[in-house]
Structures are given as structure tokens and as C-alpha cells.
């Protein structure tokens, strides 16, 4: 039964982790892709970068998503930028 139960947090805190930023795909929106979108869109992929990284660690190290958990995933935004600009 521990087991189970160590399998089961285990397998949460992996799922919680920050996404890196070339596995998001976009999602199609209308609008057009301004300069402002794709110097916004390299930002957040760097930060998104730096959060999985984090992530990573911290679930090694302490078994927490930290980045993650102080609001460091972008992946909605990534998501909705990579939409716009990747047409």
C-alpha cells in the first residue's frame, strides 16, 4: 500500500511540472502577429525554459514542482502566442 502511495505523489509531482517551451503547441486565434508578440513569445520561452529546468530540480532534490508552484509556468500564454505568430 505505501508503494502505491509513494508511486501515486510521485507521479503528481511529475504532472505538475512546468512544460518546456518547444512541447506547447499553439493554439490557432485569430489576430495578427505583431514584432511585440514575438519578442514576447522569446521571453516567456526563456522563462519557460528556466521554470522546467526548476522544476526538475526541485523534484529531485525536494520532490516539489518549485518553479511551478511560485507561478513560474507560462504555458497558456505560450500556448496562445505560438497560435498567433506561427502562421
Known sequence: MRR?????????LVWGCATPPEKISGVPNSGPCTSADRERLALLSNKQTKAANGDALGVFL??????????????????????????
Open 62 to 87: 525536494i520532490g516539489l514542482p518549485v518553479a511551478s508552484m511560485s507561478g513560474g509556468d507560462n504555458e497558456t500564454e505560450i500556448a496562445i502566442l505560438k497560435g498567433r505568430c506561427s502562421k
Open 4 to 12: 502505491v502511495v509513494l508511486l501515486a505523489s510521485i507521479a503528481a
